[in-house]
């Protein structure tokens, strides 16, 4: 069996999957992976055999999304890649939020299944941001089309929704708490993160940054280069993370649990979507960093965790299930 699998590279939580995956999906045939997008920052082990710019998240410095950039990443080759990419010659097509993937399957008239994070937004009982945000909801609901789908989240809100993909470092480690709080808000430089970071002098910050190549220390502070194994160590040995509104991150932190603060990126919809379910878990979410943010951190720092968080099924059960459900061999 032939397996297609599609990875939306606008940030590293998909690549994390799909590496955990690999060994139960090779397990039913080969697997052939297209990564799309250009600004996701880890290396992967992956056989990457496709690759593609796609469409590319990227954020200003103080919060929130940098639109302009977003635009000026669009490629006009977008409808030749999907035209090019060939889909028809595979048994099974696994699309983790990829439009291009989604587009050539469209053209080819071939089945699909969506899988992932942003597929259990298929469903309508999956929490939402109270926000308006209609081009928010449109990108959810219609970036990937497929008649099929099995999702992930935080809890299982519907039937096709499960727990999420844990990866063997985190599920095999003994947490222990060391007193720093790791940081890892890429919406933020450290010019704008450092100063309220700087008046917590009684805790120590371990900072992962794009900004630095080499681990640099300042005061509390010490930044870190974003590197998937060093990120893991800092995560089990912490005593909390502050974290934007992703969705792998902060799962691990609950499976390890571990006090958690989420910052979603500004005007990002599908992370304020993650916001409402955390807050519905008790996590202590806040719109952005202000001059609120001391108060809002002592009263996090002190308060009680005492979030209930679980997973019901292993990824290799998962897979399973992903495998059961796949429409194979059939036109759309």
Known sequence: MKIFYAIQGTGNGHISRAEQLYPYLKKYGEVDFFLSGSNAQLQTPLPIKYKSDGISLHYKTTGGMDYGKISKSLSFNIYKEAKALPVEKYDVIINDFEFITSLACSLKKKKSIQFGHQASFQSKLTPRANTFNPIGNLILDKFVRSRDYLGLHFESYDKNIYNPIIKDE???????????????????????????????????????????????????????????????????????????????????????????????????????????????????????????????????????????????????EIVKLLMQQIPYNQVA
């Open 170 to 316: 985190i599920i095999n480690a003994t947490p222990i708490d060391n007193a720093h709080i790791t940081v890892y808000l890429p919406q933020y430089s450290i010019a704008v993160l450092s100063p309220y970071l700087l008046t917590q002098s009684k805790f120590n910050f371990e900072i992962f940054t794009k900004e630095v190549k080499q681990p640099t220390n300042y005061k509390n502070l010490k930044l870190l280069p974003i590197d998937n194994k060093t990120f893991t160590h800092s995560l089990i040995q912490c005593h909390g993370i502050i974290t934007a509104g992703g969705f792998e991150t902060p799962a691990e932190a609950l499976y390890l649990k571990k006090k958690l603060l989420s910052i979603p990126i500004l005007n990002h919809f599908e992370q304020q979507c993650n916001a409402a379910a955390l807050q519905k878990l008790g996590v202590t979410v806040i719109k952005k960093i202000d001059k609120n943010f001391n108060q809002v951190f002592t009263e996090w720092i002190q308060a009680d965790n005492n979030i209930q968080f679980k997973l019901t099924h292993s990824t290799e």
